[in-house]
């Protein structure tokens, strides 16, 4: 089988090659007639605004309440002893999301057990939930949640006890 370049197609391919290969060897180097607008003033790596500092603090049933979302901007939500700062996904847990009575509360129960009800809820003034009575499906699904959150919020804290502060 010979390269017949008399063939239409062989010859459209050479010449695709060659385009391409003179392409990359000697690229354009014409400028651009008019300087793109974002960079008129300048280019700065900063950004706009820098986003608030979150310190990792120790929480309380009772401490915790308040970031659910409609008394604070922050939105807060613990998982097994651990607080995210879950205020980026406030579409989820914000006052008319998805998981929104999970904010400001100790979300521990009802994401081991897939449940969005206030049962799973424990009162803010009992003491914390101690999951004992959860199934081993259960657990590792409460696992995975706390993976899930771990790689997309901030880790902000821990949660104790009310009279452990």
């Known amino acids: 089988m010979a390269f017949d370049i008399g063939t239409p ?3 459209a ?3 695709f090659i060659l385009y391409s290969v003179h392409r990359i060897i000697l690229p354009s180097v014409s400028r651009p007639k008019t300087i793109p607008h974002e960079f008129r003033s300048g280019y700065s790596w900063l950004p706009k605004t820098h986003p608030p500092t979150v310190l990792f603090k120790t929480y309380t049933p009772k401490t ?3 970031f ?3 008394d604070s ?3 807060l939500l613990a998982i097994n002893g651990t607080v995210f700062d879950v205020t980026a996904g406030r579409n989820f847990y914000g006052p008319n999301g998805m998981y929104g009575n999970f904010a400001g509360r100790d979300a521990s129960r009802g994401m081991a057990k897939q449940s969005f009800d206030v049962e799973m ?3 803010i003034d ?3 939930d101690k999951l004992a009575d959860l199934q081993a499906d259960e657990i590792e699904n409460m696992k995975g949640w706390m ?3 771990s790689n997309k919020y901030i880790i902000c804290g821990k949660l104790v006890e009310n009279d452990a502060v």
């Open 147 to 149: 993976e899930h959150f």
């Open 9 to 11: 197609v062989n010859s």
């Open 121 to 123: 809820l424990t009162a």
């Open 64 to 66: 915790l309440v308040p």
């Open 13 to 15: 391919l050479l010449l």
């Open 126 to 128: 009992q003491p914390l």
């Open 73 to 75: 901007e922050r939105i």
């Open 68 to 70: 659910n979302g409609v």
